[in-house]
């Protein structure tokens, strides 16, 4: 059974830069499509960005350009860049999975996704 586990966050000032990893055990990220959420204090969760199994991307419009999702497939860990990070992006970070139908694509509906991390809490503050 595929087990996620998260680590990257912390403590930024606004304007700096997080690195989040997700780091899966038990079973080949390959076999899944993967995706970031995080949840902001008093709302509900949100999808950030997915990729697929074969590495194509899918981001929330809001994000684009200053979070990067990718994957290392040897590593078996799926990672998310977040540059130029603003007050409004506090919230927990979870990462998650759903076996893989399509290869090419990914969805930002959390209800598709079966593997949850923790959570890593993020906060942007000065």
């Known amino acids: 059974q595929l087990q996620l586990v998260e680590s990257g966050g912390g403590l930024v000032q606004p304007g700096g830069s997080l690195r989040l990893s997700c780091s899966g055990s038990?079973?080949?990220?390959?076999?899944?499509?993967s995706g970031w959420f995080r949840q902001a204090p008093g709302k509900e969760r949100e999808g950030v960005s997915c990729?697929?199994?074969?590495?194509?991307?899918n981001y929330v419009d809001s994000l684009k350009g200053r979070f990067t999702i990718s994957r290392d497939n040897a590593k078996n860990t799926i990672y998310l860049q977040m540059n130029d990070l603003k007050p409004e992006d506090t919230g927990i970070y979870y990462c998650?999975?759903?076996?893989?139908?399509?290869?090419?694509?990914?969805?930002?509906?959390?209800?598709?996704?079966?593997?949850w991390g923790q959570g890593t809490q993020v906060t942007v503050s000065s």
């Open positions: 998650a999975a759903y076996p893989k139908i399509d290869p090419n694509g990914c969805t930002l509906n959390d209800q598709r996704y079966v593997v």
């Open positions: 038990g079973y080949t990220l390959d076999y899944y499509s």
């Open positions: 990729i697929s199994s074969r590495g194509n991307t």
